[in-house]
């Protein structure tokens, strides 16, 4: 079988298995993923086989060996285009090019008719990309350049899609976006807690959720992308948490060297609960890696200074001991929240929210610079 035929068998065959998980839902979707070879977007993978599993692709490392730009796993990449909904003849602006891949595919969606603008912090990527797409004949303006600003002079569109994480929503995005244009965007709302939001603008401002679902991606990078929520902590150790300047973290390297001291057994089963934690309480942190024996959900006050930590069934306190007693209660009084059942609604800054949330939901807030965030329980 000729690598061109054993490809549109891959790719008919990834397709549905995707609708069989319901990350692809409609039939635009469907047409679009079986006819955009993803092989060709995806430099360095050892066989066609690979190219068409549902993972992950990186395509770039930072200084530190870590991925800094990948091609995004299959199922991430339908269900956010099932979130634009995106129609023949539409304009659409993608916030991170990579390899090309979703941009080949908004292209399909949109037809000839309609217009495809991306850009990408990296201009060696964006050159590449740009390549890549031309050389199957599809049409996108690939711009090099830092996306937090959009593409200005290609606005309003219809559609706009980042396909890197972000703390906060940029306000030119906002500005760019067609009266009743659809916004998607991964947002980093609190450690562990990443959706991928399709939003939509009211009249009076407030940009309101009309799809949410849990996702994973990269963080913004250039000039705009911020301090960052995941940091580098020692070996293979990373946190993510909020507010974590360098001097916090020089607190927690310390407490980490003086080591832990038993706190006793946690309530459990906590699994469950650990959203509705993160949402509840600010300090909440989430350790990546595997640093001797396992942290996980911890919290973490410099003030103090102290840090708790979930080690499977039981709690370890660095510093401060009664930041046990605060992790103890504050896993064993959150709810059990649902992230893809939550209503996002989000208003400027200095800006109250028109309304009251739903009765009978919980809700949370999350502040940045630009944006404050409510979360309501559905």
């Known amino acids: 079988m000729s690598d061109e035929r054993t490809a549109a068998r891959l790719r008919m065959a990834l397709v549905e298995r995707l609708r069989l998980t319901g990350s692809i839902r409609t039939e635009a979707v469907a047409d679009a993923m079986s006819q955009v070879p993803r092989e060709v977007f995806t430099p360095g993978v050892s066989s066609l086989e690979r190219a068409y599993e549902d993972r992950v692709v990186v ?4 200084d ?3 991925p800094d730009s990948t091609v995004s796993q299959p199922a991430m990449v339908a269900l956010m285009l099932e979130q634009l909904a995106i129609r023949p003849g539409m304009r659409v602006l993608e916030i991170g090019t990579g390899s ?9 969606l949109t037809g000839v008719e309609g217009e495809v603008v991306s850009i990408e912090v990296s201009a060696d990527l964006a050159g590449a990309a740009a390549r890549r797409l031309a050389g199957l004949g599809v049409h ?19 559609r706009i899609e980042a396909t890197v994480g972000v703390p906060d929503l940029p306000p030119a995005w906002v500005a760019q ?21 399709a ?18 991606f990269l963080q913004l990078r ?42 006793g057994p946690v309530l459990g089963p906590v699994d469950m609960r650990l959203t509705g934690f993160a949402l509840a309480e600010p300090r909440s942190v989430l350790f990546l890696g595997h640093p001797g024996d396992g942290l996980t959900w911890g919290l973490f006050d410099p003030e103090r200074p102290a840090l708790a930590v979930l080690m499977r069934d039981r709690i370890l306190v660095y510093g401060d ?5 605060d992790l103890y209660y504050g896993v064993a009084g959150a709810p059990v929240v649902n992230a893809d059942r939550l209503r996002l609604e989000a208003v400027p800054v200095g800006t109250d929210f028109p309304h009251a949330p739903d009765a009978g939901g919980r809700a949370w807030t999350v502040e940045r610079e630009h944006y404050r965030y409510r979360l309501t329980e559905m």
């Open 59 to 62: 395509l770039s490392t930072d």
């Open 64 to 66: 530190r060996g870590l």
């Open 100 to 108: 090309g891949y979703n941009a080949a595919l908004l292209a399909r």
């Open 140 to 158: 996108v303006d690939v711009r090099a350049g830092d996306g937090w600003e959009g593409v200005a002079d290609r606005a309003p569109f219809d």
């Open 177 to 197: 976006l067609a009266p009743d244009g659809v916004l998607v965007a991964p947002m980093w709302l609190r450690p562990g807690l990443e959706l991928a939001v």
């Open 199 to 216: 939003w939509e603008r009211a009249a009076d401002g407030t940009l309101t959720s009309v799809s949410v679902s849990r996702c994973g």
């Open 222 to 263: 250039g000039p705009h992308a911020g301090p960052g929520r995941t940091h580098a902590l020692t070996g293979d150790l990373a946190v993510i948490g909020e507010d974590l300047p360098p001097a916090a973290l020089d607190v927690l390297r310390v407490l980490l060297d003086h080591g832990a001291v038993d706190a």
């Open 321 to 325: 001991r009664d930041a046990a007693v």
